[in-house]
């Protein structure tokens, strides 16, 4: 089966520092996500990436899909308080129907001011 | 729209007892999924729904589990003789399902607490 590893676990940072999160997966990527979740809250959506190679940014946030399509990593530029949150990972299952994610466990991220 | 809502936000129950959630997709949405999540995870697909048929469920959605979707607009998940490993945040999605590029939107959950 396929799993989604997300590193690191938790990250701390001053405010103004760009930092990086990572999303491994143990099968080729047909479908990545990304994901925001506030502590006890839903998840608000990021971006999608599909195609090896692929970026997107929005704002201060881009994720990249790395050409193998097994890797991405969430690059946040000049971090602010409000990215404070739980980053999460999640990709389609391959013959899987559509929306049925499987999902990392999740970078904890806190910016100190 | 104000996007996807969940009801209630917190539920409190003795093990034992039965709980049921109601989830109210975005209006134009004909997909709506349930996922669980535990402290420290990521979410768990449970099921999901086009329009009122339900077409796929998980091996985690044990027989106590029930999620229906009779107009094919709101859900709700019933859980019967509550266990305290059912404990969890229960999250639904919805999403309008047109192409490949599929964007899940989830409401803010209900928190299950099995005592």
């Known amino acids: 089966s396929q799993e989604l590893e997300q590193s690191p676990q938790s990250l701390i940072v001053q405010e103004g520092k760009n930092l990086t999160i990572n999303c491994t997966s143990s099968k080729t990527l047909y479908g990545l996500y990304w994901y925001k979740q506030k502590y006890g809250e839903g998840l608000i959506f990021l971006m999608m990436?599909?195609?090896?190679?692929e970026e997107k940014s929005h704002e201060k946030i881009t994720a990249k899909l790395d050409e193998k399509k097994q890797q991405s990593s969430l690059h946040i530029t000049a971090s602010q308080p409000s990215h404070a949150g739980i980053y999460l990972c999640?990709?389609?299952?391959?013959?899987?129907?559509?929306?049925?994610?499987?999902f990392g466990k999740g970078t904890k991220l806190s910016v100190k001011p | 729209d104000t996007g996807v809502s969940q009801n209630p936000r917190h539920k409190i129950t003795k093990r034992g007892q039965n709980v049921t959630f109601r989830c109210d997709p975005i209006?134009?949405?004909?997909?709506l999924y349930w996922y669980r999540q535990t402290l420290g995870q990521g979410p768990e697909f449970l099921t999901y729904?086009?329009?009122?048929?339900?077409?796929?469920k998980s091996r985690l959605l044990s027989d106590r589990f029930s999620a229906e979707r009779p107009k094919g607009s709101f859900s709700t998940l019933e859980i019967q003789r509550t266990e305290q490993g059912d404990s969890a945040m229960y999250l639904c999605?919805?999403?309008?399902?047109?192409?490949?590029?599929?964007?899940?939107?989830f409401g803010s959950g209900t928190q299950l607490s099995v005592l």
């Open positions: 999605a919805s999403s309008l399902a047109l192409d490949s590029n599929e964007k899940l939107f």
């Open positions: 209006s134009e949405h004909n997909r």
């Open positions: 999640g990709a389609d299952i391959p013959g899987g129907s559509q929306g049925n994610l499987i």
């Open positions: 729904f086009q329009n009122e048929a339900q077409l796929e």
């Open positions: 990436l599909q195609k090896g190679g």
